[in-house]
């Protein structure tokens, strides 16, 4: 019996034992191809043919999946060809379908591969810093902008994207409530890409997950980290936060407290104040730079009562002003 004849019968007859989640789906001498699932998604297929004199030569590996990217898939084939030359002269073909099995279970990112090369290319700069931790499948960013920073970590489940990427916040200078939104907003993302909208519409098609990192990512380091120490308040126009992280207030009644309102805009606490304290007040107040409605906690009043305030405020200023005229 010649080599691949031999290597084909064991292959029939151990490969599925050897190589964990592997189906045989087709074993001759011009093909054996093989599938190998883990989850959902992380499947893949891999076609084998023989070099004309193997086991001299390195076996022909092609990868196929539904659910990996093609640049993905052609890093695999480039990986398999590399692996099996290592086992030249020796039989390859359940060396790499273990090598393939292996490979896909010690990179719990591969779901996300595309999205997370997205990141650090369009959302990072040089100032921001990132670690990845394949095996446990964390990957960890520093984001800065002019002092401020957000540190933090996102754990991809094994079955991404159908779980949630886990999110926290591991460590920030921004004022706590800010903070609170910014993580908050990003599992909000993460849980509207996973679970199914509680009122379906009778016509939408049937749920799917999502891939959400990218989203998630963009949000917490481009639409938080980076966009939040350069805003202005759209009253006074002068930087909101303030230049040292450091002098974040925290009394919510300091004229310079950062409040965030529902449209995002950030607004000093005064000035805020003063405008929703002041007429026109038919129609609620809206915000300055995009004409949102304000809506807040701390001014959650009716216009009537706001001109009666107004009024009344007017009224024992006016009064004031004849004490001091008939005083002077
Ligand atoms: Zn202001
Ligand atoms: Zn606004």
Redesign the pocket.
């Known amino acids: 019996m010649d080599i691949v004849s031999e290597e084909l019968e064991e292959i029939r007859r151990s490969i599925v034992a050897k190589v964990c989640g592997c189906e045989l789906i087709s074993c001759h001498k011009n093909l054996v191809s093989f599938k190998i699932t883990k989850t959902k998604y992380k499947v893949l297929t891999a076609c084998i043919q023989f070099p004309a004199d193997y086991p001299n030569q390195p076996i022909l590996t092609e990868v196929k999946s539904k659910v990996f990217s093609p640049s993905l898939t052609n890093a695999l084939i480039e990986i398999c060809d590399k692996e099996a030359k290592k086992h030249i002269g020796k039989k390859q073909v359940i060396l790499i379908a273990k090598f393939l099995s292996q490979f896909i279970n010690d990179n719990p990112l591969l779901p996300c591969r595309d999205e997370w090369t997205y990141i650090k290319k369009n959302f990072l700069r040089e100032c921001d810093a990132e670690k990845v931790k394949q095996k446990k499948g964390i990957i960890d960013i520093t984001a800065h902008q002019e002092l401020y920073l957000l540190k933090i970590r996102a754990v991809i489940p094994d079955n991404y994207p159908e779980e949630p990427v886990q999110l926290s916040l591991e460590e920030h200078n921004f004022p706590s409530p800010m903070a609170y939104y910014f993580i908050c907003q990003a599992k909000e993302y993460a849980r509207q890409a996973t679970e199914p909208p509680l009122r379906k519409s009778s016509k939408a098609p049937p749920f799917q997950a999502l891939p959400h990192l990218k989203k998630v990512m963009e949000f917490l380091i481009v639409n938080c980290c980076k966009r939040f120490p350069q805003e202005?308040?759209?009253?006074?126009?002068?930087q909101?936060l303030p230049e040292n992280p450091k002098d974040v207030i925290t009394d919510g009644k300091d004229e310079?407290y950062i409040e965030r309102v529902y449209c995002g805009h950030l607004?000093?606490h005064?000035?805020?104040d003063k405008y929703m304290k002041t007429p026109p007040f038919e129609n609620g107040k809206s915000c300055p730079k995009c004409g949102v409605r304000i809506y807040h906690d701390k001014w959650n009043i009716s216009p009537r009562l706001a001109e009666a305030r107004w009024a009344h405020k007017e009224a024992r200023q006016r009064e004031l002003d004849e004490v001091v005229d008939f005083l002077s």
């Open positions: 202005c308040c759209p009253l006074c126009t002068e909101a310079n607004f000093h005064g000035c805020l």
